[in-house]
């Protein structure tokens, strides 16, 4: 059966840091591009950070370029995404999806003081 | 990168064909065959209907298509039913090789 699980959502301050974690199964993360799309309360969805099937490329959204990083761990069938310097409008449902496809349920991160 | 163009709502009566429509740029849904439109229902996870302009994955209705013209791309929901009443979304890849987002559209089923 393929899923995606994520983890690792909480309540931070701004300024701070959260690391989530995405577990896949059913797939390899190595065969293809995993992304970590948000979605604020009541809001749209937003791409904010993708990488590529062979883990060679990364993008990223302007809003989360140099304070956001994705990453994944093949042996483990797991993918992350470290968020540091958070700020308040980074508050949203983040989900991770295989090839946008696949989409996990979401975890919940809320920023706030 | 600005997100995609999206009408706020569209809504049709049970049996009848809404069409939604989706407008970007040439950078993203005008240069690319990589348009895809998700179906999201109140407090799930969004649920591809259509990939790469007009494909459906197994499983979705054939109610379901879609197509594109220049840099506008439109789903069509056909005999419209009630469980068709929720949030739709288009997708396109870039010229950033990233993916842009819809500006959503709330269906409504009269």
């Known amino acids: 059966q393929v899923q995606l699980v994520e983890s690792g959502g909480g309540v931070v301050q701004p300024g701070r840091s959260l690391r989530l974690s995405c577990a896949a199964s059913g797939f390899a993360v190595g065969s293809l591009a995993m992304s970590w799309v948000r979605q604020a309360p009541g809001k749209g969805l937003e791409c904010v950070a993708v990488i590529s099937f062979d883990g060679s490329n990364k993008y990223y959204a302007d809003s989360v370029k140099g304070r956001f990083t994705i990453s994944r761990d093949t042996s483990k069938h797991m993918v992350y995404l470290q968020m540091d310097s958070l700020r308040p409008e980074d508050t949203a449902l983040y989900y991770c999806t295989g090839d946008m496809d696949i989409w996990g349920q979401g975890t919940m991160v809320t920023v706030s003081s | 990168q600005s997100a995609l163009t999206q009408p706020a709502s569209e809504s049709g009566s049970p049996g009848q064909s809404i069409t939604i429509s989706c407008t970007g740029t040439s950078s993203d849904v005008g240069g690319y065959n990589f348009v895809s439109w998700y179906q999201q229902h109140p407090g799930r996870a969004p649920k591809l209907m259509i990939y790469?302009?007009?494909n459906r994955p197994s499983g979705v209705s054939n109610r379901f298509s879609g197509s594109k013209s220049g840099n506008t791309a439109s789903l069509t929901i056909s005999g419209l039913q009630a469980d068709d009443e929720a949030d739709y979304y288009c997708?396109?890849?870039?010229?950033?090789?990233?993916?842009?987002f819809g500006t959503g559209t709330k269906v409504s089923v009269l």
């Open positions: 790469e302009v007009s």
């Open positions: 997708s396109s890849y870039t010229a950033s090789r990233r993916y842009v």
